[in-house]
């Protein structure tokens, strides 16, 4: 899938082939058919204040950098978890 992924502050990039994520036990997957920015992503860009720097764990994700942006979206769920 493509996907706008963070490296660090002033590094974002469009990348093509991003693994899909598999849908967990008590989450849902949405189809995006539109995805926006937000200011949080905006201060991110410029100034790394709440995603995790390279090495460490989001504390409730548990992702690593590099992180796919984009949490204001719209679409259609696709798959519901048990």
Known sequence: M???RYY???DIRVEQ???EP????LQVKVRPAYVGICGTDL????SQTLIPLAGER???TRETVPITLGHEFSGIVSEVGS
């Open 2 to 4: 493509r996907a706008l």
């Open 8 to 10: 660090g502050p002033g």
């Open 17 to 19: 082939d991003v693994q």
């Open 22 to 25: 598999e849908c967990g036990p």
């Open 43 to 46: 201060h991110e860009y410029h």
């Open 58 to 60: 989001h504390a409730l």
